[in-house]
Nanobody
């Protein structure tokens, strides 16, 4: 499975961005999917995850109520809508897929990773 994240950029605090992750080479509708991020000088961390049909979603406490994960299986695409962005959301964001239909909040639960997209939030 190949994953390509896009949609990052520079935004002011309080603004919004929508990340996309296009998948190819596999059966997207079967995979649980997730978003992770790595801030400068920090380890990669969980952001959000979604099950194969979108029925189950999970969020890190730091983004709950501000970010929304979704997917369009017909388009083989994963999304992350990010609202009320804060400078501490600045990071490279990665999408990931796992060979199971359920979602996972753990980095080790994912089998495929895409190249990241940089999100910079200015104060």
């Amino acid at each position: 499975v190949q994953l390509q994240a896009s949609g990052g950029g520079l935004v002011q605090a309080g603004g919004s961005l929508r990340l996309s992750c296009a998948a190819s080479g596999g059966t997207f509708s079967y995979y649980g999917m997730g978003w992770f991020r790595r801030a400068p000088g920090k380890e990669r961390e969980f952001v959000a995850a979604i099950s194969w049909g979108g029925g189950s979603t999970y969020y890190a406490d730091s983004v709950k109520g501000r970010f929304t994960i979704s997917r369009d299986n017909a388009k083989n695409t994963l999304y992350l809508q990010m609202n009320s962005l804060k400078p501490e959301d600045t990071a490279v964001y990665y999408c990931a897929a796992r060979r199971r239909p359920d979602a996972s909040t753990s980095i080790v639960g994912y089998d495929f990773w895409g190249w990241g997209t940089l999100v910079t939030v200015s104060s």
